[in-house]
């Protein structure tokens, strides 16, 4: 284990395995630096502890500690800067081609609408809590929902909890971009919120369920939608049961109704598993998926 771990962060330079605290992922290796005989496999072991700021009982490394320890080998962490252009070089390269042109040579994408989805319980609003903490560029619409307040939801953050009357009062004005009953309850996405956010460039994330999730699809084709599975059923029901949040006829519900719309992952462009005790892991997966899809020709073509 600790020789793989090796030779993956060995592929990375200093720089960036410093910066990137992340980047060492076998984290039991760590709890077992051993000082190495071999002074390149010593310096790249020591640099995985600095790495993930993390101290060693042999090295007692304290968090963000770059120095060596005494005995090791200093490393230099510095980023490697640029080197500047010769001023000489760039007037001739000037005078001959004219002045070079600062515009963006890559178009700017076009803001895209996010779809996460995916059977009750498998984990949509904790995605998105922790997507939200790491990404201040999207905007999450604030769905709006007939149903009771859960302890610990905060109106305005995590829904706008309208009752049913003023919930069908919105459907007349057309005042929603899709809306379902969902287990009894009403839920819908407001649509001033995806305009006024899309007419800023803004990309944005909508929570919705998975009949509502196609019918966004048909009202936005280049949307994105994202399909959100747990590991099984099993470990989907045991999620549900441990929320408290449903009493046992509404979870028999819930859990037939996830049956089925597990059925509907081929409708969607990714599937991503939130895997028990990973949340993390599913998080970096739907940012990345974002970063993908913005990065699209077709999205920065007008
Ligand atoms: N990766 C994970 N590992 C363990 N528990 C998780 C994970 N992701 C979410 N959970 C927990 O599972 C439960 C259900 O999550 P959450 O309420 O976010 O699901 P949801 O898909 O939004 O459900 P619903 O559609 O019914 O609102 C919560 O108690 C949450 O803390």
């Known amino acids: 284990m600790a020789h793989r771990a090796l030779g993956r962060c060995a592929m990375r330079s ?60 200093s490393l230099d962490l510095k980023p490697p800067t640029q080197p500047l252009p010769d001023p000489e070089i760039m007037k001739h390269v000037e005078a001959s081609l004219g002045q070079l042109d600062a515009k963006p040579l ?14 009750s319980g498998v984990g949509k609003d904790a995605v998105l809590t922790r997507l939200k903490e790491q990404r201040e560029d999207l905007y999450f619409v604030v769905t709006a929902t007939s149903r009771p307040k859960r302890p610990g939801e905060v109106e305005g953050r995590d829904y706008f909890f309208v009752g049913r009357e003023r919930f069908e009062q919105w459907i007349a004005e057309g005042m929603l971009l899709e809306h379902a009953l969902v287990y009894g309850e009403y839920k819908g996405i407001p649509r001033q919120q995806v305009d006024a956010a899309l007419a800023a460039g803004t990309d ?8 509502g999730a196609a019918t966004v699809k048909r009202l936005i084709p280049d949307c994105v939608s994202i399909f959100v599975t747990a590991d099984s059923e099993d470990v989907l029901v045991r999620r549900l049961v441990a929320r408290k949040t449903e009493p046992l006829d509404k979870l028999l519900v819930r859990v037939t109704t996830a049956r089925q719309e597990n059925d509907h992952i081929p409708n969607f462009d990714y599937v991503v598993v939130n895997r028990d005790g990973e949340l993390d892991d599913c998080v970096r997966q739907v940012s990345g998926i974002i970063e993908a899809e913005k990065a699209r020709v077709s999205r920065r073509l007008q």
């Open 14 to 73: 200093a720089f960036r395995c410093v910066r990137r605290a992340r980047c060492c992922p076998d984290a039991p290796m760590l709890d077992s630096c051993e000082p190495s005989t071999s002074s390149s496999s010593r310096n790249l072991a020591w640099l995985q502890c600095a790495a993930v700021g993390k101290s060693s009982q042999s090295w007692r490394l304290t968090p963000g500690t770059t120095s060596a320890p005494k005995g090791y080998p």
């Open 106 to 119: 890559a178009p700017a994408p076009r803001p895209v609408v996010v779809v996460i989805s995916g059977p």
């Open 204 to 211: 944005v994330v909508l929570r919705i369920d998975v009949q």
